[in-house]
């Protein structure tokens, strides 16, 4: 079993930055792939970045150059930074891991969230 523990998010204007952070721990390995979703009101769950063994990315084409998902393998940490935010980047987010070495499919494990709001 895996936990996710996020933190980091917040409110913030339009042009700033936040960096969210996700602990993990339990049955979680450096080859288990690992990103973040994010969900807005009303909206479907969707992927954002992630990282896969041997440190392919991915980036939702309305973050990229803007967002960098990096991970700290000896502390177990996930972390998402997050730049030049806009208010249509406002959703809850959500740490995920898959069972195996690449993100495709649906995560095995997800965080509890963690809320950013982005004023204009």
């Known amino acids: 079993q895996v936990q996710l523990v996020e933190s980091g998010g917040g409110l913030v204007q339009a042009g700033g930055s936040l960096r969210l952070s996700c602990a993990a721990s339990?049955?979680?390995?450096?080859?288990?792939?690992m990103g973040w979703y994010c969900q807005a009101p009303g909206k479907e769950r969707k992927l954002v970045a992630a990282v896969g063994s041997g440190g392919s990315t991915y980036y939702a084409d309305a973050v990229k150059g803007r967002f960098t998902i990096s991970r700290d393998y000896v502390k177990n940490t996930l972390y998402l930074q997050m730049d030049f935010l806009k208010p249509e980047d406002t959703a809850m987010y959500y740490c995920?891991?898959?069972?195996?070495?690449?993100?495709?499919?649906?995560?095995?494990?997800w965080g509890q969230g963690t809320q950013v709001t982005v004023s204009s």
């Open positions: 339990g049955r979680i390995f450096s080859f288990n792939a």
């Open positions: 995920a891991a898959w069972t195996g070495m690449d993100y495709r499919g649906t995560p095995q494990s």
